[in-house]
């Protein structure tokens, strides 16, 4: 069974930083695409960004091109989301999750695995 956990969400002021950690368990992580998603309240959850199992290859909302950065560390079994200049329209539950393909890769359906979530309030 998979098991995906993040944590290093907070309470940060706008213009801040924070980085997610997002550590899988179960299977083999070289194998996995890593998406981060996120969902404010009455929102879809939507796709934030996402990397390749090589990790040469990253995806990004145009939203936050140029602010976050998704990183993997194989070695721990870990994705990261390194969240700069953090505006308050960032404020939301950030998921991770994990695929096997390279198809359709900003879609939430195509994942199989999730986080629990974890929240993250900017401040203005």
């Known amino acids: 069974q998979v098991q995906l956990v993040e944590s290093g969400g907070g309470l940060v002021q706008a213009g801040g930083s924070l980085t997610l950690s997002c550590a899988v368990s179960?299977?083999?992580?070289?194998?996995?695409?890593m998406g981060w998603f996120r969902q404010s309240p009455g929102k879809e959850r939507e796709f934030v960004a996402a990397i390749s199992p090589s990790g040469t290859t990253t995806y990004y909302v145009d939203s936050v091109k140029g602010r976050f950065t998704v990183s993997r560390d194989d070695g721990k079994n870990t994705v990261y989301l390194l969240m700069n200049s953090l505006k308050p329209e960032d404020t939301a539950v950030y998921y991770c999750a994990a695929k096997a393909t390279m198809r359709a890769v900003t879609a939430r359906t195509e994942y199989t695995y999730w986080g629990q979530g974890t929240q993250v309030t900017v401040s203005s």
């Open positions: 179960g299977r083999t992580f070289t194998l996995f695409v």
